[in-house]
Structures are given as C-alpha cells and as structure tokens.
C-alpha cells in the first residue's frame, strides 16, 4: 500500500490546478485504494503512472503492467451527480435490474457494464479496448496509444480519407448491432483513431436492444455519426446510415 501511496501522491503533487487536485481527492478515497492495491497485488497491472483524461463521470490514468505493457486505468467518480447521470441507463437494462437504487450500488454496476458490454462488443467483431478486470468501481482495460501520447478522439484526428474512415466506423456500428447492443452515447467524441483504425469507447451506457429506450438512443446514434461525417464531405445522411447498419 505504502508505494500506491506514494504513485498518487506524486500525481496530486504533479498537479497545479485546483480542481483536479480536488478531482484526485475525489478519485483516491481509501476504499479505491485497497482495490487499486488489491489489483496490483493480483499483477493486473504494477504502476499507475499519470492521468490521460478527465471527466465527470470518471478519471482515466496510463498504468503498466509489469512486462511494461500499457494499461489503461479508469475509475468511476462516487458521486451523487454521476449517480444522476447514470441511473437512467442502469434502469431498464434487465442485467442489473437487481441492482440498489442507491448510489454507490449504482456506480458499482456501472463498472460491471462497461466490462461485460466491452466483452460482449468484442466478442461480436467491435473494435474496443480489451477489457482486463473490474472490481467495484476501477475497469482495467487495453491502453490505446504509444508513450508519446493517448489516442486522439476521432473529432481532434487528421483524417486523410474520411471515406475510408466512415466505412470503418460502419463496420463497428454493424457489429455493435450484431452484439445486441446499442452504444448509446455514439458521437465523435466516443471514438478513438488510432493506426488508421476507429476504436469505440465509453460503453457504460450501451443497452441491449430490448432496452425501453433501445431504439430512441439507436437513432440518435446513428444522426450523431452522419453528421459528422458529412461535415466531412462523406455522402451519408441518418436515414442511408441507418439502412446500411440494418442491412449490413
């Protein structure tokens, strides 16, 4: 415990903005704590070595494990404002209908989801980050970048040919559809680029399709992608996307 200790106070230490010192306060409670030791002690990954992004739902930190390889390190804020947040997704999804309507069972679940709708989205051909562990509120998964930096989201990439691009991110949407899943949350903002390649993330709110509110989210999905592709001068519209997922 003394060495986590000492990792999360040289990340507070290394930060000069107040409101991420209180995020850190936040994130690093002693319960998270003992499930960061407990992870490290299982070798599912041995540093936790700085934050890649921040956000009110969660904080994600670059982690390695102990061959060196990259980890990705993401930990649910317990908060009452992201219970608000969240809970509409958790109600409805027969998965977790045994879930307390209370916030830190809430948040816990939370987690849950997003491992096992990362596995299920990966199981169906969906190009994700491969999910490692979760326990309470702390998902390890696969990091997706070098050491120079994190993957880009795919509205801050360079897009040498947003046809091919669009063609990739219709692959992930079919095989999101394959899995039984809708994202949900789909937008630019959702997507990572990264060798060339669309990676989709932020899965905690994927539903299955026999969610109440499945179908609503689907669409708003699928305009939330046409529009930005055609912003980029691809020929789709919602209605041809839409087809073209369905058809696939």
């Not at 107040?18 to 002690?41: E, K, M, N, S």
């Not at 540093?47 to 990705?72: C, M, N």
């Not at 608000?84 to 998965?95: L, N």
Request: hydrophobic share 40%; with cysteine.
């Amino acid at each position: 415990m003394h060495l986590l200790e000492t990792q999360v106070d040289a990340l507070r230490s290394k930060e000069k903005d107040t409101d991420a010192r209180r995020t850190y306060d936040q994130v690093f409670d002693h319960a998270c704590l003992l499930v960061l030791q407990h992870l490290i002690g299982e070798d599912v990954f041995a540093t936790l070595d700085y934050p890649v992004s921040t956000g009110k739902e969660a904080v994600v930190f670059h982690a390695s494990g102990s061959d060196g390889a990259g980890k990705a390190v993401k930990i649910y804020r317990i908060t009452n404002s992201t219970f608000k947040t969240i809970s509409v997704y958790i109600e409805g999804d027969p998965r977790f209908k045994r879930v307390k309507k209370a916030t830190k069972p809430t948040l816990f679940a939370w987690a849950q989801k997003e491992y096992l709708n990362l596995v299920r989205m990966q199981d169906a051909g969906v190009r994700v980050p491969t999910p490692a562990r979760v326990e309470d509120n702390v998902l390890v998964m696969e990091y997706i970048g070098d050491d120079t930096m994190p993957a880009p989201l795919l509205r801050n990439a360079t897009l040498q040919d947003p046809q091919a691009v669009f063609n990739d991110t219709l692959e992930n949407l079919r095989a999101i559809r394959k899995a039984k899943l809708v994202h949900a949350d789909l937008s630019e903002y959702n997507l990572l680029f990264w060798d060339g390649k669309v990676v989709v993330i932020d899965v905690g709110q994927s539903v299955p399709l026999d969610h109440p509110r499945a179908e609503e989210w689907f669409h708003r999905d699928i305009g939330n992608i046409a529009h930005f592709f055609h912003r980029l001068r691809v020929d789709v519209t919602p209605q041809s996307l839409e087809k073209a997922v369905l058809e696939g």
